[in-house]
Antibody, heavy 116, light 110 residues
Framework: EVQVVESGGGLVQPGGSLRLSCAASGFTFSTYAMSWVRQAPGKGVEWVSGISGSGDSTYYADSVKGRFTISRDNSKNTLHLQMNSLRAEDTAVYYC?????????WGKGTTVTVSS | QSVLTQPPSASGTPGQRVTISCSGSSSNIGSNTLNWYQQLPGTAPQLLIYSNDQRPSGVPDRFSGSKAGTSASLAISGLQSEDEADYFCAAWDDSLNGWVFGGGTKLTVL
């Protein structure tokens, strides 16, 4: 079964850091670009960051550029998102996703709450 | 403010046909394919349509997609109560070098 499972969410104070992880299975992970997508409470979906299959190319939304870092370990079929200098507006459910094409995979999400 | 523009709400009665629009620009819808997603409350989005008009296996043929220029539409025919959900569109944007999404349309089955 094709699936991705996120972990690492939680409550963090403004200015703090958190590292999200995503474990992939059921598909050739290294072949596909992967993304992190978030959804704030009651809001629409926002793409956060993406990385090529090899990991050589990374992309970020302006809202997180310079604060978040995406990375992947193809030997372990895992995707990561290092989030620093967190702000209240980063509060959201964060989804790991393989976007595009017929094989489109989203995890159930992990919740990040930034609050004092 | 989402890069792709959708109406915030739509509605129809059981059996009716409803359409949801998605408007973008030359750097996203105009030059790349479009996906449509359905999101039920409290769940992750599910792919409904990919590459503008293709249905993944398991998606009923009541759902169809089309694209013309920098706009796209999702049509749902034979509306059913279980179709009540949020629907949003997505495409890669060549200028932003990232995926862009519509703000979502909440479909109500009356």
């Amino acid at each position: 079964e094709v699936q991705v499972v996120e972990s690492g969410g939680g409550l963090v104070q403004p200015g703090g850091s958190l590292r999200l992880s995503c474990a992939a299975s059921g598909f050739t992970f290294s072949t596909y670009a992967m993304s992190w997508v978030r959804q704030a409470p009651g809001k629409g979906v926002e793409w956060v960051s993406g990385i090529s299959g090899s990991g050589d190319s990374t992309y970020y939304a302006d809202s997180v550029k310079g604060r978040f870092t995406i990375s992947r370990d193809n030997s372990k079929n895992t995707l990561h998102l290092q989030m620093n200098s967190l702000r209240a507006e980063d509060t959201a459910v964060y989804y790991c996703a393989k976007l595009g094409g017929a094989v489109d995979v989203w995890g159930k999400g992990t919740t990040v709450t930034v609050s004092s | 403010q989402s890069v792709l523009t959708q109406p915030p709400s739509a509605s129809g009665t059981p059996g009716q046909r409803v359409t949801i629009s998605c408007s973008g620009s030359s750097s996203n819808i105009g030059s790349n394919t479009l996906n449509w997603y359905q999101q039920l409350p409290g769940t992750a989005p599910q792919l409904l349509i990919y590459s503008n008009d293709q249905r993944p296996s398991g998606v009923p043929d009541r759902f169809s997609g089309s694209k013309a220029g920098t706009s796209a539409s999702l049509a749902i025919s034979g509306l059913q109560s279980e179709d009540e959900a949020d629907y949003f569109c997505a495409a890669w944007d060549d200028s932003l070098n990232g995926w862009v999404f519509g703000g979502g349309t909440k479909l109500t089955v009356l």
